[in-house]
């Protein structure tokens, strides 16, 4: 059974920083990417950002980069993700997601077979 548990969203202001940790249990061999997705209110899922099992490939939507960096300590089984220069459009439900190995591109919801609860980010103007 594989379990993904994210923990550290909350509130902050304009400018601010948070970052995200998504715990994963169970058969986490099987991953090759694991990815970050957001949600606000009355709009679609969105994907943020992936990276390989590896650590060696990362990918981000255009509107995260620069400010946004993911990355993997495979040791902790946990992926964070790093948010800088947070904005008032970044305020979502973050969701973690590990998907096992598919040919389609990391950034497509749909290969993604495992999925957390979604921790609430809040950016304030």
């Known amino acids: 059974q594989v379990q993904l548990v994210e923990s550290g969203g909350g509130l902050v202001q304009a400018g601010g920083s948070l970052r995200l940790s998504c715990a994963a249990s169970?058969?986490?061999?099987?991953?090759?990417?694991m990815g970050w997705f957001r949600q606000a209110p009355g709009k679609e899922r969105e994907f943020v950002a992936a990276i390989s099992r590896s650590g060696g490939r990362t990918y981000y939507t255009d509107s995260v980069k620069g400010r946004f960096t993911i990355s993997t300590d495979n040791a902790k089984n946990t992926v964070y993700l790093q948010m800088n220069s947070l904005q008032p459009e970044d305020t979502a439900v973050y969701s973690c997601a590990a998907r096992l190995w598919a040919t389609s591109g990391p950034q497509t919801p749909g290969p993604y077979k495992y999925w957390g609860q979604g921790t609430q980010v809040t950016v304030s103007s």
């Open positions: 169970g058969v986490t061999f099987s991953f090759d990417y």
